[in-house]
């Protein structure tokens, strides 16, 4: 299907363990986006990319490591989830970058759950 | 780093109403973008802005640049506009908290 997709939408782990979340996009824009939206907060950058193989850190991107080794994928791992971590993940993608970029797509959210 | 202020942060209206929505930022940036996120939590694009303003059915944006502000406003609002808005700032992606808007039939 065309689009952005995020997989799994809904995660329950436990503190310490390895988990990552998928990103899938079919539209081939060069950049892409995680986030993640806590009550409070709002949306905050982790990660983006602007191609493959191509990372930057965002405002908060301590305990997760990103990935790109194709344009169309963008996994976000978690390598030891603690509590913290809890919140609702979202990936986008856009053709161009930040302060270029005119829109930015956005996939559906993962709710994670770190017990 | 960019603090951008969302106001109100909640608001009820009813249907009909002309509803306005107001971002403030602190540190200048060339241009401004509005999102709406769905009670489902779905996330779309609305409005990109770098001055003036833009029209969009009955939304609409408008923004000052030197005085680092932007409103979003909706005409004869309906329930179906009901929905968290968010503005974020061209400047490496700054979000604010956003505006939980419900519309009463």
């Known amino acids: 299907d065309a689009g952005i997709t995020q997989s799994p939408r809904y995660k329950i782990t436990e503190t310490g363990r390895q988990v990552t979340l998928m990103c899938h996009q079919t539209?081939?824009?060069?950049?892409m986006f995680w986030y993640r939206q806590d009550l409070g907060h709002g949306l905050r950058l982790i990660y983006y990319?602007?191609?493959?193989?191509?990372?930057d850190k965002g405002e908060v991107p301590d305990g997760y490591v990103v990935s790109r080794s194709k344009t169309e994928n963008f996994p976000l791992t978690l390598e030891s989830a603690t509590r913290s971590q809890t919140s609702v993940y979202f990936c986008?993608?856009?053709?161009?970058?930040?302060?270029?970029?005119?829109?930015?797509?956005f996939g559906p959210g993962t709710r994670l759950t770190v017990l | 780093k960019n603090e951008v202020e969302q106001s109100p942060q909640n608001l009820t209206a009813q249907e009909g109403e002309f509803i306005t929505i107001n971002c403030s930022y602190s540190?200048?940036?060339?241009?401004l973008h509005w999102l709406q996120q769905h009670p489902g939590g779905g996330i779309v694009s609305l409005f990109m802005?770098?001055?003036g303003k833009k029209k969009h059915g009955r939304l609409i944006a408008t923004i000052n640049i030197q005085e680092k502000h932007s409103s979003l406003h909706i005409t004869a609002s309906h329930p179906r506009d009901s929905a968290v808005y968010i503005c974020?700032?061209?400047?490496?992606?700054?979000f604010g908290k956003g505006t939980h808007l419900i519309i009463q039939p």
């Open positions: 986008a993608s856009s053709p161009t970058g930040p302060r270029t970029y005119i829109e930015q797509f």
């Open positions: 539209w081939s824009h060069s950049y």
């Open positions: 990319s602007a191609a493959a193989d191509i990372t």
């Open positions: 540190v200048g940036i060339s241009a």
């Open positions: 802005l770098s001055s």
């Open positions: 974020a700032a061209d400047d490496g992606l700054t």
